[in-house]
């Protein structure tokens, strides 16, 4: 998968701070609310903020194996499959879904990875390709399930092979240190967005060499304190969905440059927040683009999300 950035110019960076600095000031819409500790009691967010650790695993013992390749299903009405194989060729797993078909590159040694279901209820293959020639592969194990999701958001408040994070992770302490001061999941959200903008630069160099089965670390991210959008996208979905709040990691396309990108959209029962013109309303998705926000990208790709087109989404 190759990812593309675009050069972010001073000009656009002014362009975008004026922008924001007239929505979080002068908009009508809701607005990021600030968190005074001295006022109020800290414990009450603790205790409001408390949320279960959901986490991704692979099971071995429960897994289908053939040709070395371990496909693990039992955890299917929570979003997610697993896999294991070892080759000493290229491997890959493909996830068909209907008509859909999504390819993720794979270890080779061993290394479990959790692969999304991120479709919803229905019937996914599960093929774990081998590389024979060139770009051919052959499939050398498969399963199927019919899925029954345990809710429409649980493959997205979990890890996963491109929003890779484990509980004692740098970034989920940071998450947690944010949300303990937070009322509620919109507050989060501002505090995650506030952290990650601040702290993260937009590495060109990284952009122009990234090659195809580049997977993000999320810590990593946050400890060098640069990345591409694939991090940015990652960074913040790990910190969100640790949090318990659903997060989607999406490929696709900005016009009007026809640029490929990744970003994130989240989901929330409540109005309240908008960022770089992008506003967070009731019981419905709602885009959060770190990159541009963080980099200053030129003013013809802030809008109102309708120069974006989701391609893939994990």
């Given at each position: 998968m190759r990812i593309s950035e675009t050069k972010l110019n001073r000009a656009g960076f002014l362009s975008l701070v004026l922008a924001l600095l007239l929505i979080l000031s002068a908009c009508g819409a809701p607005q990021t609310e600030s968190i005074n500790d001295d006022e109020?009691?800290?414990?009450?967010?603790?205790?409001?903020?408390?949320?279960?650790?959901?986490?991704?695993v692979f099971n071995k013992d429960k897994a289908e194996v053939k040709n070395d390749a371990y496909i693990d299903i039992s955890n299917a009405s929570?979003?997610?499959?697993?896999?294991?194989a070892k080759s000493e060729k290229?491997?890959?797993?493909?996830?068909?879904?209907?008509?859909?078909?999504?390819?993720?590159?794979?270890?080779?040694?061993?290394t479990p990875s959790i692969i999304p279901l991120q479709f919803g209820n229905g019937k996914y293959k599960l093929r774990v390709m081998r590389n024979t020639t060139d770009k051919k592969y052959t499939e050398i194990n498969s399963v199927t399930v019919d899925a029954v999701m345990d809710n429409e958001f649980t493959a997205f408040?979990?890890?996963?092979?491109y929003v890779n994070y484990k509980q004692t992770s740098a970034c989920i302490k940071k998450a947690g240190?944010?949300?303990?001061?937070?009322?509620?999941?919109?507050?989060?959200?501002?505090?995650?967005?506030?952290?990650?903008?601040?702290?993260?630069?937009?590495?060109?160099?990284?952009?122009?060499?990234v090659k195809s089965g580049y997977v993000p670390d999320p810590d990593e991210t946050m400890s060098t304190g640069k990345g591409i959008c694939f991090d940015y996208a990652s960074l913040a979905a790990s910190m969100l969905r640790s949090?318990?709040?659903?997060?989607?990691?999406?490929?696709?396309?900005?016009?009007?440059?026809n640029?490929?990108?990744?970003?994130?959209?989240?989901?929330?029962?409540?109005?309240?927040?908008?960022?770089?013109?992008?506003?967070?309303?009731?019981?419905?998705?709602?885009?959060?683009?770190?990159?541009?926000?963080?980099?200053?990208?030129?003013?013809?790709?802030?809008?109102?999300?309708?120069?974006?087109s989701d391609l893939y989404f994990y």
């Amino acid at each position: 998968m190759r990812i593309s950035e675009t050069k972010l110019n001073r000009a656009g960076f002014l362009s975008l701070v004026l922008a924001l600095l007239l929505i979080l000031s002068a908009c009508g819409a809701p607005q990021t609310e600030s968190i005074n500790d001295d006022e109020t009691p800290l414990a009450q967010y603790e205790a409001a903020r408390t949320v279960e650790f959901q986490d991704s695993v692979f099971n071995k013992d429960k897994a289908e194996v053939k040709n070395d390749a371990y496909i693990d299903i039992s955890n299917a009405s929570k979003g997610y499959a697993a896999v294991s194989a070892k080759s000493e060729k290229r491997l890959k797993l493909q996830v068909v879904f209907g008509e859909t078909k999504y390819n993720y590159d794979i270890p080779n040694d061993g290394t479990p990875s959790i692969i999304p279901l991120q479709f919803g209820n229905g019937k996914y293959k599960l093929r774990v390709m081998r590389n024979t020639t060139d770009k051919k592969y052959t499939e050398i194990n498969s399963v199927t399930v019919d899925a029954v999701m345990d809710n429409e958001f649980t493959a997205f408040v979990r890890p996963n092979i491109y929003v890779n994070y484990k509980q004692t992770s740098a970034c989920i302490k940071k998450a947690g240190d944010i949300a303990v001061k937070a009322k509620d999941d919109l507050a989060v959200i501002s505090g995650v967005y506030d952290y990650v903008t601040k702290n993260v630069k937009y590495d060109k160099e990284k952009a122009a060499s990234v090659k195809s089965g580049y997977v993000p670390d999320p810590d990593e991210t946050m400890s060098t304190g640069k990345g591409i959008c694939f991090d940015y996208a990652s960074l913040a979905a790990s910190m969100l969905r640790s949090q318990g709040i659903p997060v989607k990691l999406i490929f696709g396309y900005v016009a009007p440059n026809n640029l490929y990108h990744a970003w994130n959209m989240f989901y929330t029962e409540k109005t309240g927040w908008v960022t770089v013109k992008f506003e967070a309303k009731g019981e419905q998705w709602t885009r959060m683009d770190l990159t541009f926000s963080a980099g200053g990208a030129s003013a013809n790709f802030v809008g109102d999300g309708t120069n974006y087109s989701d391609l893939y989404f994990y």
